[in-house]
């Protein structure tokens, strides 16, 4: 089946540091979410895409829908440790249903 | 508002046994998610409602999985009997509709043993 790719797995930085994730697939999604979990919590929507090519901002958080529509982007600038989670990407394919890639865990370092 | 609702957040049960973990979508939502979430396989997707009625369940692992959705506002997945490999936290998630982006509820952490 579809699968999407978030790279990296996990990313070890220094606070105040900015951060940039992605996701990749070999097929056409036609929205992109952006989720954040904290442990023993649920996942958090953090920013949806819903066009090719928008930039979508949320504080320090900033999303890119990719031009081919098969990637998505997102940065976090100035990392706090509050960022500190697992950040996942999700796709709409063409079918209405949504594949999540399987996160990227972001460790601060004080 | 209230978010999404589930309950238990904690169950602990025996191989064997039945278990069932209910969600309470946020209202006016007219889509519900369950989600299997483990290490290995990640969020996995199991099945999904629209307007109370299951659209896909091609995630369902097997027949020992089933959900319902009664009405707009209650869902239950039922796992029948239960195995270890089941272990694993289910999420539920509602949205206005399918194409829409979805609100996570806190989870139900299962342990079969």
């Known amino acids: 089946g579809q699968q999407l790719n978030q790279s990296p797995q996990s990313m070890f930085i220094q606070e105040g540091e900015d951060v940039s994730m992605n996701c990749t697939s070999s097929s056409i999604f036609n929205t992109w979410l952006w989720y954040k979990q904290d442990p023993g919590e649920g996942p958090v929507l953090l920013i949806a895409?819903?066009?090719?090519?928008e930039l979508t901002s949320n504080g320090r958080l900033t999303a890119q829908f990719g031009i081919t529509r098969k990637d998505s982007f997102l940065n976090i600038s100035a990392s706090i440790p509050s960022d500190v989670g697992i950040y996942f990407c999700a796709g709409l394919n063409r079918d209405d249903k949504i594949i999540f890639g399987k996160g990227t865990r972001l460790h601060i370092l004080p | 508002d209230a978010g999404v609702i589930q309950s238990p957040r904690h169950e602990v049960t025996e191989m064997g046994q039945e278990v069932t973990l209910r969600c309470k979508p946020i209202?006016?939502?007219?889509?519900l998610f369950w989600y299997r979430q483990t290490m290995m396989r990640g969020l996995e997707l199991l099945i999904y409602f629209n307007n109370n009625v299951p659209i896909d369940d091609s995630g369902m692992p097997e027949d020992r999985f089933s959900a319902k959705m009664p009405n707009a506002s209650f869902s239950t997945l039922k796992i029948q009997p239960s195995e270890p490999r089941d272990s694993a936290v289910y999420f539920c998630?509602?949205?206005?509709?399918?194409?829409?982006?979805?609100?996570f509820g806190p989870g139900t952490r299962l342990t079969v043993t």
């Open positions: 209202s006016g939502h007219n889509s």
């Open positions: 998630a509602s949205s206005y509709s399918v194409t829409l982006e979805q609100y």
């Open positions: 895409l819903y066009k090719a090519g």
